[in-house]
Structure formats: C-alpha cells, structure tokens
C-alpha cells in the first residue's frame, strides 16, 4: 500500500518542482474530500457482483482515503493539471429469493492518477488532453446459502490501465470573489476503458489571494474488462457525489 501512495506522490511532486522553476507560473494546491458514492459490476473470471454503495456506506466501510489536486497555469496560456485519488474501502451485500440467499463482499484497493496539459483559449475556456492511470486490486467472496449444496468463490485480481482523455473546462466570474466552473472529459476509446467519461460542476470562492475554496459536484465513469475465462475482469463502475476542498495559491 505504501508504494502505491508514493508513487503518485513522486510524480505529483516532481511535476510541480520542474514547472516552479520557471518565474511565470501560478501554482494551486488542493486537497479535497469527495463523499462519493459507487454503482456499478465488478466481475472476476465467472463471478460477478454488483456494487451499490452510498458515500455512508463507504464511509463507514472505508480504510483510508486520499485526494489532491495540482493545477499550474502559465502566463502565455499554458495549463497543466494533475489529481490523484486512492481509496481502500470495503462493503458487503446479501440478495435472494426465498430460502436461497447469495451473500458478496468486495474489497477494492483503487487508485486513479490524472495528468493533463492544456490550453486556454479565452478568459473563460481551456480545452486539454491527458491521461488517466487507474490500478484496481479486487477481492471478491461469494457465499450462497439454502437447500442443496451450498458454495463459495473467493476470486481476486490486480489490474491496472490507462485511458487517454479530451476535454474543456468553463468559467464563469461570478463577482470578484465568487466563480462557477464546469469541466467534462471522455476517454479510454477502446486503448484502456471501452469509454469512460467525467463531469464536475464547482463553485469557487476566493477567501484572500492564497486560499480558495471550492466546492461542487463530480461524476467518474469507467467501462473497463480484460482477458477471458477464469482470468476474466470487468470493472463497469460510476463514482458520483459532492466534494468540497481549500486550495493554496502560489
């Protein structure tokens, strides 16, 4: 677990060193919660589980959890942008008819890495392309339980891929110290995820000239699958909910 929070770690720092050599940049630091909620299939070789879990649901099965943002933006219009997530979390659910009841528990280890590079077109649009590293370890336990003969499957699977991604961001001042923002991508096109896609909505203030806070809504969904039979994984997940975050400008 350790080296997968340090290498995030290293990349994020090494990005923001190498750019704040340069006199013309303006860098923003932002870490952030995000009360995300998940829906969607997991499914390892022939065992397949749903996953519905509110953000009360992840919080209360939920190991540890990390965000941050980087966002650099130079004086002739050049953008670059990275964001980690990782999350430990595990949950269970029990369904059935009858006497015939089917119990899973997934235990997922997630961690989503994003780099992009853009430009800003005018005051208020920059459109970028980047890339999205994802790596999921999965464990899956299911139990059926009822008349004839009961079974269990505890499959697991670490997979990891990358989806290249486009997208544009809006912003709108709203007053000198109030701001919206709107920013959506898609990507993976079959090289990573079969598509995959994001949409946030933010509204930002801006407290004194250092800190900001921002706060709004986001939504991540990713359609991924790879091999075949017993070494079969599918990932067809969305992550959705309210984040609120404070950033430090320099």
Known sequence: MRSILTCPAILVTLCATTIAEAKDWTHTITPYVWASGMDGTTAIGPVEADVDLS??????????????????????????MVDVIYMDLSADKTHGEGPIQVSAEVELQQTALEADVGYR????????????YNDISADLTVVRTGPGPGETRTPSVSESWTDPII?????????????LSLRGDMGGFGMGSDFAWQATGAVNWKATELINVV??????????????????????????????????TF
């Open 55 to 80: 953000f009360g649901d992840i919080l209360d099965n939920l190991d540890i959890g990390g965000m941050v943002s980087y966002r650099g933006e130079r004086d002739d219009r050049l953008v670059v």
């Open 167 to 179: 997208g544009a961001i809006g912003e709108l001042p709203l007053s000198e110290a109030w701001s």
């Open 215 to 248: 706060g709004g809504y986001r939504y991540i969904h990713m359609d991924y699958d790879d091999g075949s039979g017993a070494g079969y994984f599918k990932y067809d997940m969305g992550l959705s909910g309210p984040f609120l975050g404070v950033g430090f």
């Open 121 to 132: 077109l005018t005051d208020h649009v920059i459109t970028y392309a980047g890339l999205r």
